[in-house]
């Protein structure tokens, strides 16, 4: 098993659904953290590091289920390491 450990940024529509956003992407993937970040004026965006097997699938799969969740606006890649 080849782990991609990968860290995202996830920005959102709206404000009002978060938790709820955090918790469809739990469904929708191996997280291995996940949390809230102010980045100011009381806007907030998702951080969550996700695992990927890259021999199973790629995270492009992973990319496009995360943005199909109602609400996801935005997702970008801030980081990946091999495990």
Do not use: W
Not at 21 to 41: Q, S
Not at 43 to 63: L, N, T, Y
């Amino acid at each position: 098993m080849a782990d991609v450990a990968v860290n995202v940024k996830i920005s959102t529509e709206s404000q009002d659904n978060l938790e709820d956003i955090m918790e469809k992407i739990k469904k929708t993937c191996r997280v291995n953290a996940i949390k809230l970040e102010e980045i100011g004026f009381g806007i907030k965006i998702i951080k969550a590091q996700i695992f990927v097997d890259d021999k199973v699938e790629g995270f492009d799969a992973v990319e496009e289920r995360i943005k199909a969740i109602k609400g996801v606006n935005e997702l970008d890649v801030l980081s990946m390491d091999r495990q």
